[in-house]
């Protein structure tokens, strides 16, 4: 039974390979009589079928082959043999020994192709020459043999030498760029016999994908493998010595600078153009005849451009920033608008052709944002108040710090601690500690999926990262950052990026077009509408940043967050509209150490270029953020002295019932100081408090330091403190803001500080507080007084009250 079914399977096996040989002998009968192709018109078909790039309007022409391709024939023996090596061992190692085409190579394909249905690949350099000049792009079975008659019949008519001079002079190595001549001339400036053996390697390297191994592309890591592959079949083939070949792979090679050939917005150009391979092909992108309709705003991507490079060449010259890239991103749709990936695409001494805007880098606190927001949706609020004190994180070394590598004690950018502060200050003040403890309550794995939810891709495995993940510790890219921020700026509504609007082929077809959707919830609206509540509070973020720093555009609502790595080696700034975001990194592609960071390096492009984007696109207003429920613990809305309340009258002091308007009720808390872990159950915050805190291997740790701040600075809060019931969780209204900077409040034993009062309402006094001791008063935006040295402390609080017309008082403390 065995033996007859394997006779069985031979036959119709053999039965199998008669019909496909059939076939083959009835079409090479009757494709033996085409003529050969003119390679002569290869290139004017080249050219009239290229892919064009328009901007969104579809009247400005980003990218055109026509017009601009450089090609110049030359012979053979001006190759050079390095090339000529280097091509035949990565394409076509048998190219001197075989017909035109390997015979176990058309068979292995055309049994893939009939059990798979995946049309294979492994041209001979003779089929490559035959593919290019047929004028088709069909991937056809009928194509694939009349190219494999072709090829036998070319064999028979042209000598080795010169097919392979035809192949080398049709080669495409990027952009307008095609034939050995003028690829070793763009990316090397030097004939083709002068390459080096290295050199020849990425020749012979580019052209299986000119988009995606571009050196001056985001893939340098890719191009450089596969220079090392080509390298490496070189001397497989036996064409090159050990030696040679370690010799090549040793040598620095340095491509010539990017040249200027007519194309716009280049970056963006590329990107797309890497997108439509990745797809399509390289064949559709050089001679598919497509037109792809972008979302690209030119006239914004043209402002961008004079901007960066306006304000970068001035950051260079004072703080040695030698680059900026911006993105701006429709949070609506996820379009990109704008795409800058650096201040000069032809600037070499920055690496200008580099894509800054996709390539990774440290977000520094640019990244804090996404933790406040799964912190707002889990229960937290702007007013939840952590401690700013020295405070050791692993929970292997004591409370109070070690010098060991392996423990985790970080500092805030001006190395002062300011004890208990709002999460609302915090963000806008960027202080680093309460970050930290903000990241371990809502946990790292949350925060990695919501980052990954909102569209912010991080490098590496999750594993690898700790608390310092909320400090910019991960690497992300600029246009990944945009995206995250647009999903806030939506509502919390994912939409994919996208660059294009419409692309249609050669015979008029649609191949893939934008359409509307509805996006995908990934974090709640509420969430998101706290969070622009505290993204756009200039008043929170002036003690770091002051009144009118670059993040603040007077009449509108931008919600904004700066970065700074460690070392100014990258520096940020993100912000967001309702309907526009725009981000900017500033720094230096080879790692160099920047003077400052932050606000002062990435703030004037961004400020500059936002407001012209508000000058453009209509204003819109962020929602008002959710008012703060009473009912959950006084803990999350702002106390942090304890749990324990009683509700007044702020007008008699007594018990408030229920005839006292809301405005006159306070709710008073009796100290009983504590980290919060003490208070609130990390994974369910808005559930009872744990029974037992230091089941938290972290408690104690946060308990340290919380105590130790509190045994020095009792003295200055007595025995209780006061919630307002009337929370007010959206900035535009009643506030105020100390706007002098907090280094120089105390100058020569004498209180000075000017201030502001937002509101509906007119100021009628101002009580003024230091270190919780009354001071005097001031009817007017500044006060002044000398005091007594021994009035001031190590670590100060300075606390002012204002009574407004309405009888309504509002406070604000800051701590210095």
């Not at 492009?605 to 000058?615: D, P, T």
Request: proline share 4%; charged share 20%.
């Amino acid at each position: 039974m065995k033996k007859h079914t394997t006779s069985v399977s031979k036959n119709m096996l053999l039965g199998f390979l008669g019909l496909i040989f059939v076939f083959i002998a009835v079409t090479v009968l009757a494709y033996s009589q085409m003529k050969l192709p003119d390679f002569n018109n290869f290139m004017d078909y080249k050219i009239s079928n290229s892919t064009k790039i328009y901007d969104r309007t579809g009247d400005i022409v980003l990218y055109d082959l026509q017009g601009s391709v450089r090609r110049t024939e030359i012979p053979l023996n001006n190759m050079g043999e390095n090339l000529k090596k280097a091509t035949i061992a990565v394409e076509d190692e048998t190219f001197y020994t075989h017909s035109g085409v390997r015979p176990k190579s058309v068979v292995r394909a055309i049994f893939k192709t009939l059990t798979t249905g995946k049309k294979q690949g492994g041209s001979t350099i003779t089929q490559q020459v035959v593919k290019n000049a047929i004028l088709t792009r069909d991937r056809t079975i009928s194509r694939k043999l009349k190219e494999w008659v072709l090829a036998i019949r070319i064999e028979s008519t042209l000598s080795k030498d010169q097919i392979l001079e035809i192949y080398l002079n049709q080669n495409p190595y990027g952009g307008v760029t095609y034939g050995a001549y003028e690829g070793a001339h763009g990316l090397f400036n030097k004939d083709p016999k002068d390459l080096t053996l290295a050199e020849s390697a990425y020749m012979a390297a580019i052209p299986k994908g000119p988009s995606i191994y571009s050196p001056y592309g985001e893939n340098k890591q890719k191009l450089e493998d596969r220079k090392n592959y080509v390298l490496k079949r070189i001397l497989d083939t036996g064409a090159i010595t050990n030696e040679e070949y370690e010799s090549a792979l040793a040598e620095k090679v340095v491509f010539s600078p990017a040249e200027n050939r007519g194309v716009k917005a280049n970056h963006f150009v590329f990107y797309i153009k890497k997108y439509l391979a990745e797809k399509y092909g390289e064949e559709a992108v050089e001679s598919g005849g497509l037109s792809v309709y972008t979302t690209l705003d030119y006239d914004l991507q043209k402002r961008a451009e004079e901007i960066l490079k306006k304000r970068a060449t001035e950051a260079e010259k004072v703080y040695d920033a030698g680059n900026q890239a911006l993105v701006t991103m429709d949070p609506k749709t996820g379009q990109i608008l704008v795409m800058v990936g650096s201040r000069d695409y032809f600037n070499k001494e920055i690496d200008g052709a580099f894509n800054v805007a996709t390539a990774k880098r440290q977000p520094g606190s640019a990244f804090k944002p996404v933790v406040y927001a799964k912190a707002f949706e889990k229960g937290y609020t702007p007013e939840t108040v952590l401690f700013d004190v020295a405070t050791e994180f692993n929970t292997g070394c004591p409370p109070w710090g070690s010098e060991a590598k392996e423990c985790y004690s970080p500092s805030n950018f001006d190395g002062l601690f300011r004890g208990p502060i709002k999460l609302r200050d915090a963000l806008q003040q960027s202080i680093n500690i309460p970050a930290v403890k903000l990241l371990y309550l809502i946990g790292i794995d949350d925060v990695l999926k919501t980052a990954n939810d909102l569209g912010i891709e991080l490098l590496g495995d999750k594993n690898q990262y700790g608390l310092s993940l909320v400090l910019g510790g991960g690497e992300v890219s600029l246009l990944d950052m945009v995206h995250g921020y647009s999903t806030l700026a939506n509502k919390g509504k994912f939409m994919p990026t996208t660059g294009i609007l419409r692309i249609v082929d050669a015979r008029g077809g649609i191949l893939e077009e934008y359409v509307d959707t509805e996006g995908r919830q990934v974090i709640s609206e509420d969430a998101t509408k706290t969070l622009a509540s505290v993204l756009t509070d200039n008043t929170a973020r002036t003690p770091t940043f002051g009144a009118n720093s670059a993040l603040y555009i007077p009449g509108f609502q931008v919600a904004a967050k700066t970065g700074t790595t460690n070392n100014n080696r990258d520096a940020w700034l993100i912000g967001y509209t309702p309907n526009i975001t725009v981000g900017v990194w500033a720094g230096n592609n080879n790692n160099k150490e920047m003077k400052k960071g932050g606000v002062a390096i990435a703030g004037p492009s961004w400020n500059e270029f936002m407001r012209y984007v508000l000058s453009k696109y209509p204003a819109e207003v962020f929602e008002e953020a959710p008012v703060i429920n009473t009912s959950i613990s006084p803990v999350l809305r702002g106390s942090w002295m304890g749990d324990a309340s009683k509700i007044i009258d702020s007008r008699t002091g007594l018990l408030a019932d229920t005839s006292t308007p809301i405005e006159f009720k306070k709710e008073v808390i009796t100290a009983n100081v504590h980290s919060i872990l003490y208070w609130v159950d990390k994974d369910n915050p808005l559930n009872a408090k744990p029974t037992n805190p230091y089941n938290n291997p972290m408690f104690k740790n946060w308990e340290y330091g919380v105590q130790n701040w509190w045994a020095k600075n009792s003295g200055r809060y007595g025995d209780s403190m006061t919630l307002d019931l009337n929370i007010n969780t959206n900035p535009n209204k009643s506030d105020v803001v100390i706007t002098t900077n907090p280094y120089t409040i105390i100058t020569n034993s004498v209180l000075i500080f000017d201030y502001l009062f937002t509101s509906n309402n007119k100021l009628v006094k101002t009580n003024v507080f230091l270190n919780g001791k009354y001071l005097g008063e001031t009817k007017t935006n500044n006060f002044s007084k000398p005091i007594n040295p021994d009035q001031i402390l190590e670590q100060n609080s300075l606390t002012l009250i204002v009574e407004d017309s309405s009888g309504t008082s509002t406070s604000k403390t800051i701590y210095f």
